[in-house]
């Protein structure tokens, strides 16, 4: 054993000086992991092909196509950062303009509401009635609403719900929810078109520009100067009303049917001004909507009987349309309380005059 | 444990209830009778209460300027809901593993949709049309809302629930449709299975008089 001693010690001596140039060399590599701080000679520039891929997917500068089997507009396009752009531009622009928005106006409805109560009958009721709707418009009108506030309600699931749902049901249970109303709003976007289409057929011969609607809007229907304006059958404001319901409306399915339909050569900017001018238009009109409901309810005595029975007092038709009240009375269109009450209940209806004045035979 | 409930106990106990509740007032019907009448037939009775049958799915020409939007609405509605419910490809798996064990071609994707949105748009129609016409409102009560607003209900979870992605979303479909099948012995929903024997009775009526109907 002695005299194989030194041998050993020989070999340990040659394999640490092996070990020892290997970790020299290691060192020396341009694959060392640690900086050389002050040292004498600068680092080679070590390039990661992990990070030079996601660069070149990430697309910083412009988007560039590669190759794909794949059949489809951007197919060959894997990150594009328009995408963050849009994502940007709703979670920190769209989404909160949308809640100043409707607590805005809901503000504006509200204090107003406190203050004037709404704008009652100045003479009362007559008693007497013009038909202001067939049946055939208020069921059109009704179908409308009804399509737009499902479409209102999912879309601003859709729209704000990440922001608005998640914190208070989680992800788990808006995940159900988004679905649940990407599903609906894509299947009623039609029929709210369907809508849109009647509504313009039926109403847009009412709805053109006409002598006083200048004078309408600058007495801003009568709050100005206290002496409510004259018009006809639509005075300017519902004309106004029923020229952005069309003109949004359209550009909310033209929009809608891009995003729904993305196969017909649709490109990515395409795509996105659509999905703008659709979050865009759709918050208007929902904006637009809390004034024409209350102005149909609360807001204005005995409007709403004009879509639900179709007739109007006489009274209310002469304060808010005189021009079309007194073509009516002209016409002898109009129709005594009791001829009503006798003609529906000849149709089989009881109570369908709205707040009848009180008759010898009520009381 | 409520997937479970409404996917087990309760669709049994719905099953249940539809079959047997359309069986006796079936039977309730057939069981009342008629009066024997021992007149000489001017008609075929048979003839009569087939043509009778046929000839009602078209409304007569005195009345149609008044009631188109009606019929169209209604035409939109019934035959909507009948594809959708024979059609739908979710529908023929389901009743080919869970009831009948075949199945048929359903309808592809684009085809659901279309109908669904006829069937959605005739029946807004139709139920507005219930709530501001004068006589169908007066001659409505609460089992025609009740009947109409269900329907909708299942018939919107429905689609809702294309996606299949959420068990969620299906077991609420499942659940709105067993209330469905529960209410429809129990309503004017049982019109799906009464109005053939109503045309063909009245038709065999009337036939036997000599009377148009």
Known sequence: MNNNKPGRIRCAAALYSVLMALFALMLASPFAPQARAGGTE??????????????????????????????GMDSGVLINVRGEQWRQFRMEQLIPATGALMAGVLGIILLFHLVKRGVRLEHGRSGNYLLRFKEIDRILHWYVATVFIFLALTGLILLTGRVVLIPVFGHEVFSVIASASKEGHNLFGPLFLLGLIGLLIRFVSKNFPAKGDLGWFLKAGGFVGGKHPSAGFFNAGEKMWFWLVIFVGLTLSATGLILEFP??????????????????????????LFGHIYVGTAGMEASLESMTSGYVDVNWARQHHDQWAEACEAEGAVIAGEDLKKKQQLRGTKNRVPNRPATEEGQ | MITAFIEGPLWY????????????????????????????????????????SLRRFVPRHEMSPRIRLHVVAGYMFHLGLFALLLFAAPHVLFLQENLLGFGWTPMPYWAFILVSQIAFAGLLILWLHRLLN????????????????????????????????????????????????????????????????????????????????
């Open chain 1, 42 to 71: 600068p680092a080679a520039k070590v390039v990661n092909p992990g990070a030079e891929l996601w660069r070149e997917v990430r697309q910083r500068e412009a988007p560039q196509a590669g190759a794909t089997q794949v059949a």
């Open chain 1, 263 to 288: 196969f017909f050569g649709q490109d990515r900017p395409m795509m996105e001004l659509s999905l703008v001018l659709h979050g865009v238009g759709a918050v208007l009109l929902i904006a637009g």
């Open chain 2, 13 to 52: 106990f719905a099953l249940l209830v539809f079959l047997i509740g359309v069986a006796w007032r079936m039977f309730a019907i057939v069981r009342s009778g008629s009066k024997p009448d021992f007149s000489v037939p001017r008609r075929s009775v048979a003839v009569s209460a087939v043509m009778t």
């Open chain 2, 134 to 213: 004068p006589v169908t409102r007066l001659i409505s009560d609460a089992d025609d809302h009740v009947a109409a607003v269900l329907t909708f209900v299942v018939m919107l979870t429905g689609c809702l629930a294309l996606m299949e992605a959420f068990t969620g979303l299906r077991v609420l479909h499942r659940f709105t449709v067993e209330l469905l099948m529960i209410y429809f012995p129990f309503s004017r929903l049982m019109h799906a299975f009464t109005f053939i024997p109503s045309r063909a009775y009245t038709g065999a009526l009337f036939g036997r008089r000599g009377v148009d109907a």
